[in-house]
Structures are given as C-alpha cells and as structure tokens.
C-alpha cells in the first residue's frame, strides 16, 4: 500500500501515520526525518541540503527530490510506504508523480485532513516539547502539566515559537497559498481521499482504515 498523507500543520498526520504502519507494517516516511538523517550521514543530498538550511533558506525542490526519491527506491519501500509532509507545492507534486513513474510505482491513496482553522490553532497552541528527550505532548489528549516535568525522562517543557498562536496563524497563511493548491492537484489525479480530522485518535483512524480497506 502507497499512501501520502496531506493537510495542514497539526491535523495529526504523524499521529495516524505510525497507526497505520503499525497496522500494515509499511514505512511512515516523514520528510523532515530524512532530511536530518541526510544532514547526520554526510550524504551528497545531505551536504547540499545543509549549505542552505545554514543560510537560513529552503531547501531547493531538486534535492527534496532527490532525498525521497533515494529513499521511495530503497528495499524498505518494496512493499509499500506512508509519505508524510510531502509534497508541499505543485511543482513538488509534479516532481513526485515522475518519480512515481520511474519507479513503476501507482499511488494508492492521498489521504487528506479536514479540520477547521481554529481547531487546528486549539491544538497547537496546547503543544509542548521536551528540552530533553523532545518528546512532544498535548496538554488535553495526555493530561499533563505544562509547569511540570516531562513524565517520560524528567526534562523541561516548553512550547516552540512555531506552536504559539500567532505564529500557528502564520504557518497556516503559508498553507494556504503555496500548499493548498497541491489539494487541486490531486483532486484532479482522483487520488484524493478527504478525511474529517475532528475527534479523538482511534475516531480518525477508524475512518482512514474504512476508507482505504475499500
């Protein structure tokens, strides 16, 4: 099974994704993961990758490719995989749907989140990190306390700029414009699969798993 999974920041994506590659015993691919693991590994990608990042820009669409690509052809993607966070533009999209058909590869499903804004900004915004061992935590789905310690290994817990309201409002401005459209994208390839992200974990789950056992 090849799925990708797509919608806005906080709508759960990484949560469902390890469920499903429980279930399925697939790989949950998130682009973030192998771009570190790149930069980690010294990798020509990784390299190229890092002379950008260090000046504070994108990380240009060839070596993204590239990166996924490397990854989508290895062993570990034989019996299929979840892409998660990726792609993020149209041209990403189009680069992806050749990779796809170079590696002989049909996508079975685009997985997509529909949560509405504020809900989204809510969930966010009750986010916290661990300075330690970074462990993220929900201030309501794993009832702690945001002036304790981490109750896995003890650490400080604070909220990264990026999940503070204002900023969360930013981020989804982002979406809008430049990774909305890619929901276009695949609405016309007929591989778009909308799934209501409100509820709790094992709610959205059971509504991805009736759907794509279809």
Known sequence: MRLLLFGPPGVGKGTQATLIKNKYNIPHISTGDI???????????????RQFMDKGELVPDDVMIGLVRNVLSSCNC??????????RTVAQAEALDAVFEELNFQLDAVIYFQVDEN???????????????????NEAVDSIDRNAACPEC????????????EIVKQ??????????????????????????????IREVYDRILVTIEK
């Open 119 to 137: 809900e989204i900004i809510s969930r966010l915004s009750q986010r916290w990190t661990c300075r330690v061992c970074k462990r993220i935590f």
């Open 171 to 200: 981020r989804l401005d982002v979406y809008n414009q430049s990774t909305m459209p890619v929901r276009n994208h695949y609405e016309k390839t007929g591989e778009l699969i909308e799934i209501n992200g409100v509820g709790d």
């Open 154 to 165: 003890g650490g400080d817990l604070y909220q990264r700029d990026d999940d503070k309201p």
């Open 35 to 49: 771009l570190r693991q790149a930069i980690s590994e010294g990798t020509e990608l990784g390299v190229r990758a």
């Open 78 to 87: 034989e019996n299929g995989f979840i892409l998660d966070g990726f792609p």
